[in-house]
């Protein structure tokens, strides 16, 4: 089954193109990445995806409707946006965050059973033990796990994650798409994640999404990341190198 279909899909800000024919499937289970440079229209494609925005041309179906169609489904999504974080001034602790994704409209008080799902999902980011700990006192990878665990609190079908890995540690980051590969096991849920971190997500995902206003390639990383489809993506002089038959980074051909 797909839960996502995108077909002959075009978007444009008024006369800038930004997306161009894009024309591909998610099928349910799976960890799709998608890549590109800044302003590929990475971002503007998971908006129409939520249904934020409204394609000019084109067909787009989440879980086999329109996604602006969406009414009970849309508890079905899990949604991290790029930059989202409460005020840091507001002490505010971290099962509440978690709480605000089980609960639509004004934030509720929780009964027992709904504390213990807040301490499962954080168990399953690996935040647990820190319910009652003030949001403002984490790090920033330890807030980033506890917004991924406000997006799955609903246990959600579909997760999708705008650029999650900004701003984190580098030795966080392995750890990172080691979590995101175990909630897709433990929950069946269906991935998709905008990255530019290339050498990260070859190694994790099932499918790669290669978008630069088109899209250059759709498949599994080993027939994706070739030097052809680097070069669309981020120009002339794209390289990779890679263990095995996965290329796992890009970086610009110098002197020497």
Aim: aromatic share 6%.
């Amino acid at each position: 089954m797909n839960i996502l279909q995108i077909k002959d899909l075009w978007f444009s800000y008024d006369t800038e193109e930004v997306l161009e024919n894009i024309n591909f499937e998610v099928e349910e289970g799976s960890l799709i990445a998608i890549l590109g440079p800044n302003g590929a229209g990475k971002t503007t494609l998971l908006k129409i995806i939520l249904g934020l925005l409204m394609p000019q041309k084109g067909e787009v179906k989440v879980f086999g409707k329109p996604p602006w169609e969406l009414r009970e489904e849309r508890r079905l999504i899990g949604y991290v946006p790029q930059n989202l974080s409460p005020n840091r001034k507001m002490p505010i602790k971290v099962k509440s965050i978690v709480m605000m994704g089980k609960y639509r409209g004004l934030l509720k008080l929780s009964g027992l059973e709904d504390r213990q799902v807040a301490r499962e999902t954080l168990e399953m980011v690996g935040m647990e033990g820190t319910e009652e700990k003030l949001f403002n006192h984490l790090s920033g990878g330890q807030r980033q796990r506890v917004l991924i665990a406000r997006a799955l609190v609903s246990k959600p079908k579909l997760l999708i994650l705008d650029e999650p890995e900004t701003g984190l540690d580098p030795s966080f980051q392995e750890g990172f798409y080691r979590m995101l590969t175990r909630i897709k096991k433990k929950l069946g849920t269906t991935i998709i994640i905008v990255s530019h971190d290339v050498m990260a997500v070859s190694q994790v995902v099932t499918k790669i999404a290669c978008i630069n206003r088109k899209l250059f390639a759709h498949g599994r990383p080993e027939e994706v990341l070739s030097g052809e489809n680097l070069e669309c993506l981020y120009g002339r002089g794209a390289a990779y190198f890679g263990h095995g038959p996965t290329p796992h980074i890009v970086v610009k051909k110098h002197d020497g």
